[in-house]
């Protein structure tokens, strides 16, 4: 399993539009973190966009995963960058073979 650092930057002037979409989008979420997919997520301070952890098999699964998120099917993410991440200290440590 791979662990990626998902970060999301939202459109501009999507905010009524992630709002609507939030809900779905946090149950979303909420269902991949019970299955261990999800190892956090959260929004930036400043509204612009959102960090979101996963571990998956590989990159293609990621993608086949983000294409489900409500936000996505909303049209609020104006761009995403994906990036394999090894955590070596803290928390989430160790969780890369």
Not at 23 to 39: M, N, S, T
Not at 76 to 84: D, P, S, Y
Not at 85 to 94: C, H, T
């Amino acid at each position: 399993m791979t662990v990626f650092a998902v970060e999301y930057v939202y459109a501009a002037d999507s905010t009524e539009a992630r709002n609507e979409a939030r809900p779905a989008h946090r149950e979303w979420l909420a269902g991949l973190a019970e299955d261990g997919a999800v190892l956090a997520s959260g929004p930036y301070g400043d509204g612009a966009g959102a960090l979101l952890i996963f571990k998956t098999a590989d990159e293609a699964a990621l993608n086949s995963i983000l294409k489900q998120d409500p936000f996505a099917a909303a049209g609020v993410i104006a761009g995403t960058r994906i990036t394999e991440w090894s955590p070596i200290i803290g928390v989430l440590a160790g969780l890369t073979a």
